[in-house]
């Protein structure tokens, strides 16, 4: 059994929670907020948990040996560092940082403290994603792809009326990219590979990151444009464009319906995809199956093919960012 401690009390760490335990390999064993209010209301459904309000207090709870961080993105780095000192596996809520520096030393720390790292792009566990990667060709036979997520945020909300949510600033590395437009990179470089170029026109708001945004990834012989944004919404498909026809998809997450049409238009054929009632249940059990059995070699090839992904979409996101002027806090560092 799992030992899991959160960082971050908010929808989707519960979202999280329900998810682990629903797999039967995790048990919450304590709660991290900076009020005790709010860790006790957030844990009382629990059983047996302990609650902290600071940090030193939370990595010092010996019997936790996995922490779930869900805090702002630009909290990330620090708090995984001092997690992984502390001698525990660790889940960062995506994106896990907001830097290729970042990311290489908490990759290289983690191997160092013989501890696991895990972002947690849910879109890459599902079972559906798995069967869309087993029918897709090879990359030679792939023209091109278009792939979006834009959903408005209320936050936004808040920015219209002068203020600057976490969301939305650059002090905690926010932005529509670096949120929603995690998922369609993922799903570009998990298919297609690392892209030769990455670019991003944003549309920048009142506190100066993107609120919506156009990138393209330039392959050899295609190109997957990704349409991302938190100020209005998207009800368009993704599309996969092959040299004998077209892959439609009803998102790029939580996929619940994929179709092949060819290019004679003389058949359908329906993928066998269904999402799961909790988005976050597959990547929660996929992280557990490497925790509780760290000595498989098939579990860690995984492993290490997930870690080298992370690595690669941080620096697509990076990159993607560069492209369009936006600058973090994180940058300066």
Known sequence: MINLGIIGTNWITDQFVQAAHQTGSYQLAA???RRLETAQKFGENYGDVEYATDLVTFFAIQHVDTVYIASPNSLHFEQ???????????IVEKPAFSTPQEMDEIIELANQQRVFFFEAARNIHEQAFKTIADFLPLKDQTIGADFSFMKYSSRYDQVLDGEEPNIFSPHFSGGALVDLGVYPIYAALAWFGMPNESLYFAKKIQTDVDGIGTGIL????FDVTIRTGKI??????AEIFLSNGTLVLDAIHSIDEAVFHDRDHQRKIKLSVQRVENPMVEEAAAFAEVILNPTDRTLGTNYEEWVEL????????YDMRKSAGIVFDADEK
């Open 232 to 237: 209005s919404d998207s009800y368009q498909p």
């Open 218 to 221: 330039r392959y050899e012989e």
């Open 80 to 90: 995984a560092k001092q997690a992984i000192l502390a001698g525990k596996n660790i």
């Open 310 to 317: 992370a690595r690669n979409v941080n620096q697509v996101l």
């Open 31 to 33: 709660v991290y907020s």
